[in-house]
C-alpha cells in the first residue's frame, strides 16, 4: 500500500542553520509528493509540492525535490528562521486518487 | 474567499453526550474530509465524501458520523461521546479527481471530553 515516511523530531536549530527533513514515500504508480505546514494553533496549510520525478518544488526559501530512484522527498531550507517553528508534514496523493496520505509529522524549533 | 471554517473553535463534553461540527468551505471543492489530530500520531483521516450526498469511511470512523447535504457544508457527528475522542478535528477540502490537487484544511475544532 502507499506510505509516508519521516524523520521524528523534533527537530532543534539555531537561527540561521540549514535544515533537512527527511522523507521517504512507497507508492504504485506515479503519486504526487507534498510538504505541508502547521503553524502553532492553525490547520495544515501547503508549503510546497512536486508532481513529476526530478521536479523541484520551493516557497520561502524551502526546496524539495522528488526523486523516483531513492523514493525521497527531502525537504530543505538554507537558513531557518523563528517564525520557521512549526510542525511539517510530507505526504503523497496518487494517480487517480483524492486520499492524501500523511507522514506522522517532524516538529521543529528554531531558537534565536 | 474565507476558504476552509469550522465551528466551534473549543468545545468540552461529557462523557455520553452529543454534539455536531460543522465545516464549510467556500471554494466549490468537490471532495471534503475529516481528520483527527493526537499527539504523535499525525493526521487520522475518519470520513470524507466525494461529492454531495456521498460519504465513506476513512480509517478510523467508530464513534462518529457524517453527512454532506449541501456540497459547501460537511457535518461531523459525536453520538455518545467518550474520552477517547478528546483530540483536535481538521476539515479539509480538494478540488476534483486530479495528483495535482492539495487539500485545503481549516482552523480546526478542540474538543475535550470528560
Known amino acids: 500500500g502507499n506510505s509516508v515516511t519521516q524523520m521524528e523530531g523534533p527537530v532543534t536549530l539555531s537561527e540561521e542553520a540549514f535544515l533537512t527533513i527527511n522523507c521517504t514515500y512507497t507508492?504504485?504508480?506515479?503519486?504526487?509528493l507534498f510538504w505541508y505546514v502547521q503553524y502553532p494553533g492553525e490547520g495544515l496549510q501547503l508549503l510546497l509540492k512536486a508532481t513529476k520525478a526530478d521536479d523541484k518544488g520551493s516557497n520561502k526559501g524551502f526546496e524539495a525535490t522528488y526523486r523516483k530512484e531513492t523514493t525521497s522527498f527531502h525537504l530543505e531550507k538554507g537558513s531557518v528562521q523563528v517564525s520557521d517553528s512549526a510542525v511539517y508534514f510530507c505526504?503523497?496523493?496518487?494517480?487517480?486518487?483524492?486520499?492524501?496520505?500523511f507522514g506522522a509529522g517532524t516538529r521543529l524549533f528554531v531558537k534565536a | 474567499n474565507a476558504g476552509v471554517t469550522q465551528t466551534p473553535k473549543f468545545r468540552v463534553l461529557k462523557t455520553g453526550q452529543s454534539m455536531t461540527l460543522l465545516c464549510a468551505q467556500d471554494?466549490?471543492?468537490?471532495?471534503m474530509y475529516w481528520y483527527r489530530q493526537d499527539p504523535g500520531m499525525g493526521l487520522r483521516l475518519i470520513h470524507y465524501s466525494v461529492g454531495e450526498g456521498t460519504t465513506a469511511k476513512g480509517e478510523v470512523p467508530d464513534g462518529y458520523n457524517v453527512s454532506r447535504l449541501k456540497k459547501q457544508n460537511f457535518l461531523l457527528g459525536l453520538e455518545s461521546a467518550a474520552p477517547s475522542q478528546t483530540s483536535v478535528y481538521f476539515c479539509?477540502?480538494?478540488?476534483?479527481?486530479?495528483?495535482?490537487?492539495?487539500?485545503?484544511f481549516g482552523p480546526g475544532t478542540r474538543l475535550t471530553v470528560l
Open positions: 505526504a503523497l496523493l496518487n494517480t487517480g486518487g483524492f486520499k492524501t496520505i
Open positions: 479539509a477540502s480538494s478540488q476534483g479527481q486530479s495528483s495535482y490537487n492539495e487539500q485545503f
Open positions: 471554494m466549490n471543492h468537490e471532495y
Open positions: 507508492a504504485t504508480g506515479y503519486p504526487s
